[in-house]
């Protein structure tokens, strides 16, 4: 069985990048599909990014692309969120998860801690 803590949250200027880890346990890692889910103030959890279980396939949500990077370290055990030129809008709580499908939004595990992103001047 997977579980999953992520990491590396804070606070961040306009414009500013932050990456963001997802530490999982268990052997089968890698044959899941992973996901960026997060949840800002007053707002239902929104998906963010996935990526393939070999990480060759990435898939993201309109308001983030271009300027943020899903990737996975299989050997690891690891998933990163790379976030450039991030917005006040960007900030949110976000969490990692398993996918049942790439094209999918349909989380597997139960949902952690998360990390907390905050983009202010």
């Known amino acids: 069985q997977v579980q999953l803590v992520e990491s590396g949250g804070g606070l961040v200027q306009p414009g500013g990048s932050l990456r963001l880890s997802c530490a999982a346990s268990?052997?089968?890692?890698?044959?899941?599909?992973m996901a960026w889910f997060r949840q800002a103030p007053g707002k239902e959890r929104e998906f963010v990014a996935a990526v393939s279980g070999s990480g060759s396939t990435t898939r993201y949500t309109d308001s983030v692309r271009g300027r943020f990077t899903i990737s996975r370290n299989n050997a690891e055990n690891t998933m990163y969120l790379q976030m450039n030129s991030l917005k006040p809008e960007d900030t949110a709580v976000y969490y990692c998860n398993a996918l049942r499908l790439f094209g999918g939004t349909t989380p597997l595990l139960s949902w952690g801690q998360g990390a907390q992103v905050t983009v202010s001047s």
């Open positions: 268990g052997r089968t890692f890698s044959a899941y599909v």
